[in-house]
């Protein structure tokens, strides 16, 4: 089945500054690939998300970039802010968007003020 | 639009006693919903894909006799923990997959305490 393994698992970075989260998957087939964020007790929320068919994608402070061959995806957030604090996980899954999700391990975001 | 309504969010119980998750999708008819499980600090692990109307798939090492899963409606699944025991407590989060190839939409979650 498909496995996801997301880095770093932590980063801590000062306000302004930008973060990078990267995760690599192993199934080819996999063509969905989206990104969560998750603060303490609550929901996973989806922040973006992109499909095989485009290597780049982005949405104000938040991009994410896509290399098929490598089977590799990033999460990147610019001029970050304290509310960018959280869990940010990646995931992947085959098929339609609504398939089942295989979740990348997690990265604790803390950006300092 | 696309809520999906889980309940209870807190259940504190006894072990040995055996605990009900309803998920909800509230103004969609949600043909597949996923259950999920998360213990502290960790990822979401896939226990089960139901579909309306049959029987959940579960994923591996996932007991299909201690969770059981019903999926009647198109909108209404339940997760039940039988016998639940202190290794069972953790956050069971429940997602409903859309048609028209939507993200899933996630439920605010059940934290299950088992004491």
């Known amino acids: 089945g498909e496995n996801v393994e997301q880095h770093p698992s932590t980063l801590s970075v000062q306000e302004g500054d930008s973060a990078v989260i990267k995760c690599t998957y192993s199934?080819?087939?996999?063509?969905?690939f989206p990104w969560y964020k998750q603060e303490l007790g609550k929901r996973p929320q989806l922040i973006i998300d992109i499909r095989s068919n485009v290597g780049e994608k982005k949405d104000q402070r938040i991009a994410v970039t896509l290399n098929k061959t490598a089977k590799h995806f990033s999460l990147h957030i610019t001029e970050t802010q304290p509310e960018d604090s959280a869990v940010y996980f990646c995931?992947?899954?085959?098929?339609?968007?609504?398939?089942?999700?295989?979740f990348g391990g997690g990265t604790r975001v803390l950006v300092k003020p | 639009g696309a809520v999906v309504s889980q309940h209870p969010s807190w259940v504190i119980c006894k072990s040995g006693t055996s605990v009900k998750i309803e998920c909800r999708s509230l103004d969609f008819q949600a043909t597949t919903m996923f259950w999920y499980r998360q213990f502290p600090k960790q990822s979401l692990m896939l226990m089960a894909t139901?579909?309306?109307?049959?029987?959940?798939?579960?994923e591996q090492g996932v007991e299909k006799d201690k969770f059981l899963i019903n999926h009647a409606s198109l909108t209404l699944s339940t997760l039940t923990v039988t016998s639940a025991h202190p290794e069972d407590s953790s956050f069971y989060i429940c997602?409903?997959?859309?048609?028209?190839?939507?993200?899933?939409?996630f439920g605010d979650g059940t934290r299950l305490s088992i004491l």
């Open positions: 139901s579909n309306e109307g049959s029987k959940a798939t579960y």
């Open positions: 997602s409903a997959g859309l048609q028209g190839n939507q993200p899933q939409h």
């Open positions: 995931a992947a899954s085959i098929g339609a968007a609504g398939n089942k999700l295989t």
């Open positions: 199934d080819s087939a996999s063509n969905y």
